[in-house]
């Protein structure tokens, strides 16, 4: 079992940054994928970015590309998304979840464990 504890959120003026920490426990030694996720109301839970236990396939959606970066600390059971430049469309829930297959998906069903969320607002 896999247990996430995410931090970072807040609010923001258009153009700041944030930087969103994941932090993972339980079997944390598996050779997880990880991928965080945004959800803004009425809208589809949809992946931001996702990066498998190596680091080599990493995925961003188009409207992110550019300025978030998602990276990962395996030895500190960590994974991160910074992001910059950002704009009042990227307001929503940041979820960060993982998928304990190492698959590459980047689909909200191929992951099974999920944290909390943390809301990010972006402000004009």
């Known amino acids: 079992q896999v247990q996430l504890v995410e931090s970072g959120g807040g609010l923001v003026q258009a153009g700041g940054s944030l930087r969103l920490s994941c932090a993972a426990s339980?079997?944390?030694?598996?050779?997880?994928?990880m991928g965080w996720f945004r959800q803004a109301p009425g809208k589809e839970r949809d992946v931001v970015a996702s990066?498998?236990?190596?680091?080599?396939?990493?995925y961003y959606a188009d409207s992110v590309k550019g300025r978030f970066t998602i990276s990962r600390d395996n030895a500190k059971n960590t994974v991160y998304l910074q992001m910059n430049s950002l704009k009042p469309e990227d307001t929503a829930v940041y979820y960060c979840?993982?998928?304990?297959?190492?698959?590459?998906?980047?689909?909200?069903?191929?992951?099974?464990?999920w944290g909390q969320g943390t809301q990010v607002t972006v402000s004009s």
């Open positions: 339980g079997r944390t030694f598996s050779r997880y994928a």
């Open positions: 979840a993982a998928d304990n297959r190492n698959s590459g998906s980047v689909v909200v069903q191929d992951f099974r464990y």
């Open positions: 990066i498998t236990w190596s680091g080599v396939s990493i």
